[in-house]
Structures are given as C-alpha cells and as structure tokens.
C-alpha cells in the first residue's frame, strides 16, 4: 500500500487566495483525520471523518477552512481567504478505526501564506 | 478535556545511554495512550500504544513505555539510544469515554537529540 497522500507538498500563495489541500487516505480506513501543525500551538485537530462523513470540527479555526469527503478515497481542506496565519504543515492520517486505533500519517503539506 | 504534558521540549542523550521521554496525562477517565515518533520533513509513525491489557508496553525500534495510572504518567524509554532514534517525539491520548471524539490530543513533543 502507499500509505496516505497528501498534496501538495509545498504551497505558497499570497494573503487572500484560496488553498486547497488534498488527501487520499489507506484503502479501507474508515477514518480520515485532519490535523494542523504550528510552532506556536504543536499539533492540533481540525476535522475528522468517519465513512466520509463529518463527525467533529469543533477544531476548525474559522468559517474561512472547510473540508469534504466526497468519497472514500479523496478529501479536501480548504482555506478562502487565506492569511498569514494560517501557515502551517497540514497532515492527513487515516485508520481503520477510531478510539485507540493507530492512525497513519501522510507526510504533511507545508502551507506558506506570504 | 484531555490534555498532555510532555516534560522537556529537548532532551539530549549520549549514545549508547538510556532514553527517557516524560509524558503526563490529564483526563476524567484513563484514555488511550500513543506515542508517534516524527523524523524531519515526514509525517508520524506510532511507537506504540495502550489502550487495555499490560501496562507495560514493547513498541517498535526498542521503545516501551508504561501506563502508570496512580500517576497519570506514560513515560517512554529506550536502553541504550542510538544515533537513528534523533527525531522529534509525541505524546498523545484517545477518549475512552461513550460520547468522546476519535482524534488524538497531543503533547507539544520533544526533540531527541543523540551525542556521539
């Protein structure tokens, strides 16, 4: 299996612009998670899904990020406008369960907000 | 809410030497305990974990750690470290509760740092 893929990898855009990032999570990981990475706050949770429904997003920080899960094997989280701010890593993880199971992580878009 | 505390934002060890990475929990009811291991520029890959059963727990590369619940601890440890263990480490709990989320709360992590 390739594990979880995330892209991009990298993205600098400019304040104001619109991201959005992309995940495809492990073949039959029910769960999809994702977190944001920051210096300041470690690494938080912002959403997650369970069969492609949104179970949780008290972590998203604004009405400007939203995330979808049109299917099982695709996501998006998005960010309209962007903002300095919101510069981060941005990791994906999926698992085939929820509580107590291992989650498995992509390796992450680095966002740059100029 | 859960929350954790990891003891040290850098720890530096010599090679060869014992590791000990400190991690505290905070939670109504014992949760679910992970630790992830990220090395630069990748993404987390689990240690090892607890969740029910022995409380000292054999994870990947040579690490345990065990769950001490009188001290709401679950400090990870290695014997002897070895230059490929420098990376960033975390700490993190699971709701074990009926109504609690899935996702992971972690501890704002510690970098190991190995001397030759």
């Known amino acids: 299996d390739a594990g979880v893929i995330q892209s991009p990898r990298h993205e600098v855009t400019e304040m104001g612009q619109e991201v959005t990032l992309r995940c495809k999570p492990i073949?039959?990981?029910?769960?999809l998670f994702w977190y944001r990475q920051t210096m300041m706050r470690g690494l938080e949770l912002l959403i997650y899904?369970?069969?492609?429904?949104?179970?949780?997003d008290s972590g998203m920080p604004e009405d400007r990020f939203s995330a979808k899960m049109p299917n099982a094997s695709f996501s998006t989280l998005k960010i309209q406008p962007s903002e300095p701010r919101d510069s981060a890593v941005y990791f994906c993880?999926?698992?085939?369960?929820?509580?107590?199971?291992?989650?498995?992580f992509g390796p992450g878009t680095r966002l740059t907000v100029l | 809410a859960q929350s954790v505390t990891q003891l040290g934002s850098h720890v530096s060890v010599s090679e060869g030497a014992l590791v000990l990475l400190r991690c505290n929990y905070s939670?109504?009811?014992?949760?679910?305990l992970f630790w992830y291991v990220q090395y630069p520029n990748q993404g987390l890959q689990l240690l090892l974990k607890?969740?029910?059963?022995?409380?000292l727990v054999k994870g990947i590369n040579g690490f345990e750690a065990e769950f001490k619940k009188s001290e709401t601890s679950f400090h990870l440890t290695k014997p002897s470290a070895h230059m490929s263990d420098a990376a960033e480490y975390f700490c993190?709990?699971?709701?074990?509760?009926?109504?609690?989320?899935?996702?992971?709360?972690f501890g704002k992590g510690t970098h190991l740092i190995i001397q030759p």
């Open positions: 073949s039959g990981h029910d769960y």
């Open positions: 607890y969740t029910t059963g022995a409380t």
């Open positions: 993880a999926s698992s085939r369960q929820g509580r107590g199971g291992e989650q498995f």
């Open positions: 939670s109504s009811v014992p949760p679910y």
């Open positions: 899904f369970n069969n492609n429904v949104p179970i949780d």
């Open positions: 993190a709990v699971s709701d074990t509760s009926g109504g609690g989320a899935d996702g992971l709360t």
